[in-house]
């Protein structure tokens, strides 16, 4: 099969063709440039071919030399299943078009008839090629001056002649697109390289079994950065551990890749050339492992591969650079001051101290491990967990009693004047599920407040309190950095996702705030200990001598919401939770009703609760 990839200057086409043929291995091939075909390119290049393409040579030798370099390639014999072509056929007719457009002033319409009798000679065997050809067309955008202009703005430097050429090669491709002749086509806009190689993989792998199917789809890299000892080791371990990053060194990246493609030394060839090594064993390496979504790579040495491997990847690239003092560094060092400088020294020669100016995240790593972990945790959390802005509603929407209504009220109004002391306030439990039950549900407030505000809202809470009528307030405070980075409980952080998802609206919320929404499967995984602290809760009350007959219920209710979460069914009410758990257990589901009033029911209900959650772990072996 030979696949051509088409398209106006500096829309990547040669880039996206290596990068295909180096991770396709031996079952692809490049067909190389065009002036490998033609001996006459020898001469023209020794000349000056713009010289020759624009001003000597008659176009009727241009149009020769072009369609006889694009006919001989066709007809080169190729042994890989899969060719790779810089240019299909339709190119050859855009660029003679856009020559005699640039060499006698014509328009589009004239430029297209001019170039198809310059062809005429070659048409038959051109067709033939042609339909050889899948042809897939790179552009810029729809519009061809937005086009040209993202096509100059790479060149160094641009002559009058190249950029009228550039403009009428933008309207002859867009032409040839409209006509039909480029059945693929991809806009690449702005794109970094790797998403565009996504999608050409994702119209090519149809055509052929060899193509592979995607590029990196899904997969965000966070790349370290930093000198001798300033934690990056340290880093890449925890990311693992706790965020299931897997964990690569550069080094073996580079290596491996290098090795399928026959380089003895890859370190040293150009900066380019590295990054798209190491983005050639990435890709292999996650699609062996596709369930992985996270990866990290260390240690970033060299500046300009570094800014490569941005180019390449773009948004799905986090370079975080670890910054610590020299002296943290010499005592972190277990070889000795010297070796550290000695090291220093060489990453210093490869440009490693300047990664820090083109560094997404610059972690400073000279103060306590915890601080550092934190920081990780956000890093990692800010992918997973996207940013959500609550919408709110009215007290009043809770259908809470009036004296509660008038108390959260009073408190609103006293926390967010002209200097808000809270950015958010949501009423959850019961209350926000118009399940509220005098004498028996409290009124439970999440506040999202920064510490310094505590004092006041202290006050605040000591003048509202006989308000409450004898309701028992639990009120969380969080400040908006617990909250992005993850340090919460799990009952927080199922709050967390219950209003990223609108399942809870909060009553207030400060204009722009943004808080992290977590993902469905954080919230059912980290429930788990919940689960095991009420079963070890339900035992407490079982054998006291009058259990608490709210509390029990109350933690039977959460052990079986718990149980149900990983079944995929959220029941937030008490009471529908524990009925749809024992029908699915096939038990009396009345003991819901009674166990409210009854104790016998209470007990005899979390029994049945406890013993379907042991139910699940696996027995002894005797």
Known sequence: ??????????????????????????????????????????AIKADGMARWWFETSPVEEVADVLATSYLERSRHPFSAPVRLLDRGIPMLEASVAATVAVRDGLDAAQAADRARLLLAPYETDLRAAEESEHALVLLHCDDPEEGTRRSLAHEVTVTDIYATYQRHLHEQINRLVVEGRFPMAIRISNRPTVAVQDEVRRLLAPLHPDVPGRALAGVHVIALGGMSESGKSTVGEYLRTQHGHARLKIGYLIEDAADRAGIHDPYRLGSVVQAELIVDALDRFCQAHHFLDSVSIESLHGFDSTAELARMLGPQLTIAY??????????????????????????????????????????????????????????????????????????????????????????????????????????????????????????????????????????????????????????????????????????????????????????????????????????????????????IEIRRQFLKGSPDLRALYKVTALLAKIQLRFSGIECPSDSDALTVLLDATRQDTSLVTTARTEPLAAEALALLVLQAWLDTLPGETR
């Open 1 to 42: 099969m030979s696949v051509a990839i088409s398209g106006p200057d500096n829309t990547g086409k040669t880039k996206q063709i290596g990068i295909l043929a180096r991770r396709m291995g031996p079952a692809a091939t490049s067909a190389g440039p065009l002036d490998h075909y033609d001996p006459r390119w020898t």
């Open 322 to 535: 670890l910054d610590a003092c020299e002296a943290t560094r010499t005592r972190r060092g277990t070889a000795g001051a010297q070796d550290v400088v000695d090291r220093d020294l060489i990453k210093s020669a490869r440009g490693a101290d300047k990664i820090v100016s083109i560094a997404h995240e610059v972690i400073g790593n000279d103060g306590p491990r915890l601080e550092l972990e934190r920081r990780l945790d956000r890093i990692a959390l800010n992918r997973r967990w996207p940013k959500h802005q609550p919408s709110t509603m009215p007290v009043n929407a809770l259908g809470l009693p009036v004296h509660l209504e008038s108390y959260l009220a009073e408190f609103l109004d006293r926390t967010t004047g002209l200097r808000p002391l809270i950015d958010l306030l949501a009423v959850t439990g019961s209350g926000a599920r118009g399940k509220y039950q005098h004498g028996w549900s409290d009124l439970d407030v999440l506040v999202v407040a920064d510490a310094s505000s505590l004092d006041e809202m202290r006050q605040i809470l000591a003048d509202l309190e006989t308000e409450l009528g004898g309701v028992k307030l639990g009120m969380t405070v969080l400040t908006r950095a617990e909250c992005r980075a993850g340090a919460i409980t799990s009952r927080l952080l199922h709050v967390l996702a219950l209003i990223g998802s609108g399942s809870l609206v909060p009553l207030w919320s400060t204009p722009g705030l943004a808080l992290p929404a977590p993902d469905a499967a954080t919230d059912v995984a980290v429930s788990l200990r919940d689960g095991i602290q009420a079963a």
